[in-house]
């Protein structure tokens, strides 16, 4: 490996931790960020010829430390703090650097807080968390890197003009702020899972960005029974990426799926951390729940020997927890799949006539699919049509499309 390659693996790996660091020392975000930006920079110019030292990330965080200390004493600021940060630098060696796990932990609540936007708080921990360049950033979320950019700015400039503090949040700010990072996580995972435009069906490298985000949340909060059910939810659902696209990258529906190229050692992690989160004790959460549900789908043999009357509990549970319109609309399937079509048809007339879902392809799409099951084929095919109007995924437009020409599954 070239050591440029080896640079890039070590931001990758330990970059989180470095601007951490750099944050907790310095007290700026923005500051951190650029500084350990420089270090990179230097570090990509300097291995290739002196060769990559024995330790990467503490040769990065000395470096990007002396950047600031050195820009300090241009500002002829060097006072009894930055004293102290350049003794602590002089006294860290190879040896003993050991970033701490809770300064990362600083780091995503930093990045999460709800002074920024969600697609500043997204934009933002896929920098600093996840160690993405901007350019990656705009290939993950499908915008321009200028917009990835403006976003990253913005977020920064957000953050030193509300004077957020790099430090764990008072204790009646935890929930909103925990909340907060879960939720990034979270929002990645399902644009990842089903993409809601674009020309994929399904984004795998944005997913498997959401799960390392979360499996790092849940090693730093091991009592966090959220941070492990949304850990269990990503395990589960990534199980089946394999098998839910065909060769042309077409979706391939549930009932389609060949449940042997199911990853059974990512199933096993998935139910182990809803059990983890279970011996807590503190009741199954939103995240929790939707992860027993997906286990229901990855311990059946298949669609028909699935325990749907499970699930429909489950997302009644959930309803009750956190109610919201798509939460209903797939407990009328799992109604539907347990009861037959026309009690599931019921619930979805129900939302329609609430005015619920307006704008969005999921209610027509069940809708059409309840209806075909049903013999009602002209109006399936027109519940279709709806549908693939309404879809900004090309993949899901087509498969929409194809429905509505035929009026069957």
């Known amino acids: 490996m070239?050591?440029?390659a080896q640079a890039e693996a070590v931001w990758r790996i330990e970059g989180a931790r470095i601007v951490a660091t750099l944050a907790r020392v310095t007290g700026d975000l923005g500051l951190a960020e650029d500084l350990a930006q420089e270090a990179l920079v230097e570090a990509l110019e300097q291995w290739p010829q002196a060769g990559v030292p024995?330790?990467?990330g503490a040769w990065l965080t000395a470096v990007a430390k002396r950047r600031a200390i050195d820009g300090w004493r241009r500002r002829e600021r060097l006072d009894d703090r930055y004293r102290a940060i350049a003794h602590d630098l002089s006294a860290t060696t190879d040896a003993d650097w050991q970033p701490i796990a809770d300064d990362v932990l600083r780091l995503?609540?930093?990045?999460?807080?709800?002074?920024?936007?969600?697609?500043?708080?997204?934009?933002l921990t896929l920098r600093v968390v996840s160690g993405l360049t901007t350019e990656e950033i705009a290939r993950l979320l499908l915008v321009p890197v200028p917009t990835v950019q403006a976003r990253i700015t913005r977020a920064k400039k957000a953050l030193a003009a509300a004077g957020v503090p790099f430090e764990a949040p008072d204790p009646a700010e935890w929930g909103e702020r925990l909340g907060g990072a879960l939720g990034v996580v979270y929002l990645v995972f399902t644009e990842g899972y089903a993409a809601t435009s674009g020309t994929e069906w399904m984004r795998p490298d944005l997913a498997a960005e959401a799960l390392?985000?979360?499996?790092i949340l849940a090693r730093l909060l091991p009592r966090e029974a959220e941070a492990l059910g949304l850990v269990a939810l990503m395990e589960l659902q990534a199980s089946r990426f394999a098998s839910r696209r065909g060769p042309d990258g077409e979706p391939v529906l549930l009932e389609d799926q060949d449940r042997a190229r199911w990853d059974r050692a990512q199933i096993g992690r998935g139910r182990t951390a809803l059990r983890r989160a279970d011996d807590l004790a503190r009741g199954r959460g939103p995240y929790a729940l939707q992860a027993a549900i997906a286990e229901q789908h990855a311990i059946a043999p298949s669609v028909a020997a699935t325990d749907w009357d499970a699930i429909v509990d489950l997302y009644a549970a959930l309803g009750r927890l956190r109610p919201n319109p798509v939460v209903e609309l797939n407990r009328a399937v799992a109604v539907a799949m347990a009861t037959g079509p026309v009690a599931g048809l019921a619930i979805v007339d129900g939302l329609l006539a609430d005015g619920a879902l307006a704008?969005?392809?999921?209610?027509?799409?069940?809708?059409?699919?309840?209806?075909?099951?049903?013999g009602r084929e002209?109006?399936?095919?027109?519940?279709?049509?709806?549908?693939?109007?309404?879809?900004?995924?090309?993949?899901t437009r087509a498969v929409l499309m194809a429905k509505a020409a035929s009026g069957r599954d």
């Open 2 to 4: 070239s050591s440029a």
């Open 54 to 56: 024995r330790n990467p």
């Open 108 to 123: 995503v609540l930093t990045a999460c807080h709800p002074v920024l936007s969600r697609e500043s708080q997204v934009a």
């Open 212 to 215: 390392r985000l979360g499996r």
């Open 359 to 374: 704008g969005s392809h999921l209610l027509p799409s069940v809708r059409g699919e309840l209806l075909a099951r049903l």
């Open 378 to 395: 002209a109006e399936a095919r027109t519940a279709f049509a709806e549908a693939a109007a309404l879809a900004a995924n090309d993949r």
